[in-house]
Nanobody, 128 residues
Framework: VRLAESGGGSVQAGGSLRLSCATS????????VGWFRQAPGKEREGIAS???????TIEESLKGLFTISRDSAKNTVYLQMNNIAPNDTAMYYC???????????????????????WGQGTQVTVSS
């Protein structure tokens, strides 16, 4: 399994950014992908997740700002971030797993410990 994030960079507050997570090697019959972020000095936190059926989970405080989607033909999952704020500055990671019954189905997990496969991350820096 390989995951590769892209799309990070520097953006001004109030702007938008779309991150991509290109996947390969997943069992596409049963999987989910989550987006996580970690700011300096802080714990990693879950942002959004999506399963093979398109069911999503969004962290409550980010609903209406961030959305997750997937392009099954491209095996790619996206994180659209709108009205970005300086406190969104972090390293952003995507992660995946195949534990359908316990992690993915119905309400894909936002817990990092539930995911076995991780990308290298992409940095997002937001200036005020």
């Amino acid at each position: 399994v390989r995951l590769a994030e892209s799309g990070g960079g520097s953006v001004q507050a109030g702007g938008s950014l779309r991150l991509s997570c290109a996947t390969s090697g997943l069992r596409y019959a049963s999987y989910c992908v989550g987006w996580f972020r970690q700011a300096p000095g802080k714990e990693r936190e879950g942002i959004a997740s999506i399963d093979k059926d398109g069911t999503t989970t969004i962290e409550e405080s980010l609903k209406g700002l961030f959305t997750i989607s997937r392009d099954s033909a491209k095996n790619t999952v996206y994180l659209q971030m709108n009205n970005i704020a300086p406190n969104d500055t972090a390293m952003y990671y995507c992660a995946a797993d195949h534990k359908w019954d316990t992690v993915c189905a119905g309400h894909p997990s936002l817990k990092d410990v539930d995911y076995n496969y991780w990308g290298q991350g992409t940095q997002v820096t937001v200036s005020s």
